[in-house]
């Protein structure tokens, strides 16, 4: 069960965004992303806003595109009537879901009306997330001809039984081939891996990460399992029929990767990521991290400009209603107050390689710093030169960190 959408205030019909959502506008980059629903199996630890066909009455999915693209549409429209300044997106990510369970004719489709409304920046990143077993060569060539310039791959694990814990569809043998058919096809390549599986050794977690480096990615992210209230796996470790997560077992699983990613030639430069060189970051999700402005489109997905937030209707059933009556399917949205604004900037800046300013932080947040030093949390030299950066151990405990900043 997909977790429910937070409270807010009524979105208008309209869609139209406060005055204060257009100030410095043209300073921030823009990005778009659009969700995709739509998974072939529903797996066991995931939260996301997805539905498998068998789950799906009032909708379609071969008309999706169609009705994602009117939103973009609406959205481009919706921006301009604010006041918001006019910027080619400099970022487009699809997700979901599974964007690839759609004809790549589609993906191509949502990306030319992007192209059509707001434009591509110079060297924008446009990706999509795919399961290893959801394309072949010419899927990913013709999204490479459309304008797509990275695949994102869940590959998650390595190792078969890890996962069948998981509910993945994918056998291990096919990452290597799609990764490099994305690679011929003049793709970028990213792996995202999961650990802390309930049965996962580390042994097994050495495996998955050898398994990601030899497709030698241009990125990786490695994510530790959260069990998700309301999911298949949440109901199977309080039945006792999975362990639950050892989290000793995950420190010690990130440790290794870190350093065998680090050994291989990749960088962390947020707390689950790692790049081949900067220019192979994902600058989309960055954006999240640094506050700067993106459209969502689709069931459920979640915008941002400006400080106003706002989240559409969930289903894909009530998306496309709203979307055939020619109204904003958001839900609800939010203004984010300067306290709210801080905490966040406080919150996400700290996990990125980059750090958060010293000058940002309140007097009771700056008296705290001394200590994050001495405890090994955070980087000495760094803070004298006026940056909070994590160090390894600070990125273990990210949330003693942030709660020591935000006191």
């Not at 066909?53 to 379609?60: F, N």
């Not at 693209?69 to 599974?98: M, N, P, Q, Y």
Request: aromatic fraction near 8%; hydrophobic fraction near 40%.
């Amino acid at each position: 069960m997909a977790a429910e959408l937070p409270e807010g205030d009524p979105a208008p019909e309209d869609g139209l965004l406060p005055a204060s959502a257009a100030l410095g506008s043209a300073e921030r980059n823009f990005g778009v992303y659009v969700h995709v629903p739509y998974c072939r199996v529903r797996c066991g630890y995931c939260d996301f806003n997805t539905y498998t066909a068998q789950e799906l009455t009032g909708t379609r999915q071969d008309t999706y595109a169609e009705e994602a693209a009117w939103e973009l549409s609406f959205g481009a429209d919706v921006l301009r009537r604010s006041g918001v300044a006019e910027r080619k997106a400099s970022t487009v990510f699809f997700g979901g879901g599974t964007p690839t369970l759609l004809p790549a004719s589609d993906l191509a489709f949502m990306l030319r009306r992007i192209k059509d409304e707001w434009g591509l920046a110079e060297g924008a990143e446009v990706t999509t997330e795919a399961n290893p077993d959801s394309v072949d060569a010419e899927y990913l060539q013709t999204l490479a001809n459309a304008g797509f310039t990275r695949a994102s791959f869940g590959m998650q694990s390595a190792v078969p039984s890890v996962l069948k814990t998981l509910d993945r569809t994918h056998s291990p043998e096919r990452v290597p081939v799609v990764t490099k058919q994305a690679r011929d096809a003049g793709l970028q390549v990213s792996v995202d891996l999961i650990y802390g599986t309930p049965g996962e050794t580390l042994s097994d977690w050495e495996r998955s990460i050898d398994a990601a480096l030899a497709t030698d990615p241009d990125h990786i992210s490695a994510y530790a399992l959260i069990v998700e209230r309301g999911t298949k796996l949440a109901a199977q470790i309080r039945r006792g029929e999975v362990p639950e997560p050892d989290e000793d077992l995950h420190a010690e699983m990130y440790e290794l990767a870190d350093t065998r990613f680090r050994e291989a030639g990749l960088s962390w430069y947020e707390i689950s990521n790692w790049s081949r060189t900067p220019e192979t970051k994902s600058r989309h999700n960055l954006a999240y991290w640094t506050g700067e402005d993106w459209w969502a489109a689709g069931p459920g997905a979640h915008s941002h400009v400006g400080g106003v937030r706002w989240w559409n209707v969930k289903h894909p059933a009530a998306y496309a209603q709203r979307v055939a009556a020619g109204i904003s399917p958001a839900h609800s949205r939010e203004l984010l107050t300067e306290e709210a604004r801080y905490d966040e900037r406080v919150l996400l800046e700290t996990r990125v390689v980059e750090g958060l300013p010293v000058d940002v932080l309140r007097p009771e947040g700056r008296k705290a710093i001394a200590g994050l030093i001495a405890e090994g949390l955070i980087d000495g030299r760094e803070a004298i030169k006026g940056r909070v950066i994590p160090t390894l151990r600070g990125r273990l405990l990210a949330d003693t960190v942030v709660h020591r900043l935000l006191p």
